[in-house]
């Protein structure tokens, strides 16, 4: 979820442009705030049955598959202005991550993440974060209720 904010791309663009740029199309992610990424981490490293090398694996999700459509839904119910999506090809979104300063190989990775976004490689949920803390993971509505002034009026403070 942090990616939405800055100083990513992503989160810069919605700051200072009021829009996503998205190879993704209609793909969904089980977007994931990184304080429950963090409990969930803390609870695998202070768990005394958890063996060094344990070679399971847990997917960490939010609680819900979200497209951007319905991020900047989400997002502009809370940060009182339009957020848009505009639909770009992977290799204009990788560019673009390159001009933000991404090295090249990263910005591609992050554009290849999109196009499985649009393949449906991602839409996943998972119980990881509940069964490992107790707890239900945040959903993106609170995050963004946390975060909304970084969106409201460009991100800068009102007058």
């Known amino acids: 979820m942090q990616n939405f904010l800055r100083p990513h791309p992503l989160g810069e663009r919605i700051r200072r442009h009021g829009e996503i740029r998205t190879a993704a199309g209609a793909g969904r992610l089980g977007w994931i705030d990184t304080r ?12 005394p049955g958890v063996e060094p ?9 939010g609680p819900k598959a979200l497209s951007y ?30 001009a ?24 996943l949920v998972s119980t990881a974060v509940l069964d490992l803390t ?14 909304a002034s970084e969106w409201a009026n460009g991100g800068l403070p009102e007058r």
């Open 36 to 47: 429950d990424i963090a409990a969930a981490a803390s609870v695998l490293l202070i768990d």
């Open 53 to 61: 090398g344990d070679q399971r694996d847990y997917l960490l999700t």
């Open 69 to 98: 459509q319905d991020a900047a839904a989400i997002i502009t119910a809370h940060a009182g202005r339009p957020i848009r999506v505009l639909h770009i090809e992977a290799d204009e979104l990788a560019g673009g991550y390159r």
């Open 100 to 123: 933000a300063g991404m090295p090249a190989e990263f910005a591609a990775s992050l554009a290849a993440v999109d196009a499985g976004l649009r393949a449906g490689r991602e839409d």
């Open 134 to 147: 107790g707890r239900p993971p945040r959903p993106f509505d609170e995050f963004v209720q946390d975060h």
